[in-house]
């Protein structure tokens, strides 16, 4: 599995351009994430840190990295304890990247956004990756965690009063569930309030029309593009 997301182009060791390390150090990275390797993932991410590298490059591996723990989970390859782990891990490595992100960003929040896996589905890598990348970029970001029915969404919408709502599953199954979360926003009364973005391994613009969203995210750097855009930051 490992080989199967090795860069192209990262054949090279040491440091590249930038103090971005390259080649081994990556894919020793990425083997350390797939095969669960906690103390070696978080030994791996502080080093390359100290050595400079910059942390959204390092976030971009491990996002590589979790893709194919949600592949692998869906050809049976990997289980359930398999993404509790290596949600563990990337929960580690935000712990150590955040700092550095978040060293230059003054304390304004540019907007909130109401994110969570809807009903039916407890993926929560994919969204785990988006609530990092929102908060990193500015966003108060409050997450209601996985298999969250629609009256849930509706509750802290009508409660919190988000600019954006995160719709996330990597389920084909749970498109209805998200079909079903803008349908009873709507019925609420609330849709015109929010803007809705839905994400995950399997959504796409045709999933977006089919549920009724504003947009889709192909992943976590889009969906931090659309809620900037509907936030006019």
């Known amino acids: 599995m490992v080989d199967d997301i090795r860069d192209k182009d990262s054949g090279g060791k040491g440091e590249g351009a930038g103090g971005f390390p390259t080649g081994e150090a990556q894919e020793e990275l990425v083997r350390s994430i797939l095969e669960m390797e906690e103390e070696r993932s978080l030994a791996l991410v502080a080093e390359m840190l100290e050595g400079g590298a910059d942390p ?14 949600g592949e692998g989970f869906e050809k049976g390859e990997l289980f359930l304890p398999d993404l509790i782990m290596s949600g563990e891990i990337l929960s580690g490595i935000s712990d150590l990247i955040k700092p550095r992100i978040k060293d230059d960003r003054g304390p304004e929040r540019l907007g909130k956004v109401l994110m969570g896996t809807v ?36 509750e802290k919408i009508a409660e919190l009063k988000p600019d ?20 009873a926003v709507e019925e609420a009364g609330l849709r015109s309030d929010v803007k809705i973005m839905v994400g995950g391994g399997t959504v796409d613009d045709q999933v977006r029309e089919y549920v009724g969203a504003d947009a889709y995210g192909a992943d976590a750097v889009a969906a931090v593009s659309l809620a900037k855009g509907w936030t006019g930051r």
């Open 56 to 69: 959204m490059e390092i976030l971009a591996l491990c996002r590589k990295a979790m893709e194919k723990v």
């Open 119 to 154: 009903e039916g589905d407890i993926h929560d890598i994919g969204k785990n990756i988006v609530v990092f990348m929102l908060d990193v970029n500015g966003f108060e970001v409050i997450d209601l965690g996985v298999d969250v029915p629609p009256s849930m969404f509706v």
């Open 164 to 183: 954006v709502v995160g719709l996330s599953c990597l389920l084909t199954l749970a498109y209805e569930a998200m079909k079903r979360t803008v349908a």
